[in-house]
């Protein structure tokens, strides 16, 4: 498979994926005029809890959730790189392997704000072109801000998406009710919860929501 001119990268625990992360994929590709999304699930994520489903269950809700969508894609480098997922190692790899690439790194604005607390943040804010996502209409992140915060203008781009309000921790709550997911995620990623019975609370254990991964 030839490498794609653009890409927008979005990244995540994907604890698990659901309409919502593929809303935000779907809608960040087109917006931002980029030929595939790509999706690379976080093995060890340095903000965030560990994950409550294992690498190997969330790559595979990945994989089904984007079966027949066009121009998604699911890497599992993280997955595969050991310690915690860095960025700035992510964006290296990626840049080595697909040098012929355009590549956007989408972001949040939650994710956006934090970055002053990032890895090798320097060097991630010189380097990389950003796609910043605003959702609805609260907490949206302008030009001035975005400036404030490091993000280079000439490599920065602010778009609009309008995705379900949908949480993994609301997933993983009904889950661990044994209710059905249906309607949060799509049809095969909420067989594979079901018949896998992730995110069931253990017994002795707090509840799969305390942990606050998405």
């Keep these: 498979m030839s490498d794609p001119r653009s890409v927008v990268v979005l990244g995540g625990t994907f604890d698990p994926v659901h309409l919502g992360h593929l809303?935000?994929?779907?809608?960040?590709?087109d917006l931002a005029g980029a030929d595939e999304a790509w999706l690379i699930p976080a093995n060890n994520p340095p903000h965030r809890g560990a994950a409550m489903a294992g690498a190997g269950d969330r790559l595979d809700l990945l994989r089904a959730a984007i079966a027949g969508r066009e121009r998604l894609r699911?890497?599992?480098l993280e997955l595969r790189r050991p310690g915690p997922s860095y960025t700035a190692d992510t964006l290296a790899e990626l840049a080595a392997a697909h040098?012929?690439?355009?590549?956007?790194?989408?972001?949040?604005?939650?994710?956006?704000?934090?970055?002053?607390?990032?890895?090798?943040?320097?060097?991630v804010l010189e380097t990389a072109r950003f796609?910043?996502?605003?959702?609805?209409?609260?907490?949206?992140?302008?030009?001035?801000e975005a400036a404030r915060l490091g993000f280079a203008p000439e490599r920065t781009r602010i778009v609009h998406i309008d995705s379900p309000p949908i949480s993994a921790t609301e997933v993983r709550r009904r889950a661990a009710a044994g209710l059905g997911t249906e309607g949060l995620v799509p049809d095969p990623v909420a067989r594979l919860i079901a018949e896998r019975g992730l995110y069931r609370a253990v017994a002795g254990s707090g509840p799969p929501w305390?942990?606050?991964?998405?």
């Design 23 to 29: 809303a935000a994929a779907e809608q960040a590709r």
């Design 131 to 144: 796609l910043l996502l605003n959702r609805g209409g609260v907490g949206q992140v302008d030009a001035g």
């Design 210 to 214: 305390d942990n606050p991964a998405g």
């Design 99 to 123: 040098p012929g690439t355009e590549i956007w790194f989408a972001l949040g604005t939650d994710a956006a704000r934090d970055i002053p607390t990032w890895h090798r943040r320097e060097e």
């Design 74 to 76: 699911v890497l599992d």
